[in-house]
């Protein structure tokens, strides 16, 4: 899978994922999660790209994604804290469920050769 088609398929499934979160759960409105899912993807999306490939050699795949992802997770919570808004804690857990969705998508389709 390219660059560019993973960002496109982080921001088509984060930003619905925060939608839904921040409407089901009335932690703020829907549109302003999407918007904020969309923004901070954009933001942090080549920069862990680059991390993970730079990574990779020394820690491995897994390690290298579990890493990166962890800190994709705490950079994207601040955009879902100043544009939705949303508490820390809140902030952290959409961002941890939005990104899980994300990397788990990604991972399946090369799991099953189709990325």
């Known amino acids: ?12 499934i984060e930003a619905p994922v925060a939608a839904i979160l921040a409407w ?26 680059r991390a993970i490939l730079w990574l990779l050699e020394g820690l491995g795949y897994p390690l290298a994604v579990l890493l990166v992802e962890t800190g994709v997770v705490a950079a ?10 949303l508490d ?5 857990a959409v961002s941890l469920i939005a990104n899980a969705a994300s990397t788990g998508a990604g991972l399946a389709l090369y799991a099953f050769g189709l990325a």
Do not use: F, K, N, Q
């Open 24 to 49: 089901a759960l009335r932690w703020g409105h829907a549109g302003r999660a999407a918007l904020a899912a969309t923004l901070a993807t954009l933001m942090t999306h080549g920069i862990a790209w």
């Open 76 to 85: 994207e919570a601040i955009a879902y804290r100043l544009i939705v808004p």
């Open 88 to 92: 820390l804690r809140r902030a952290l």
């Open 1 to 12: 899978m390219s660059e560019v088609d993973a960002l496109l398929l982080s921001c088509a």
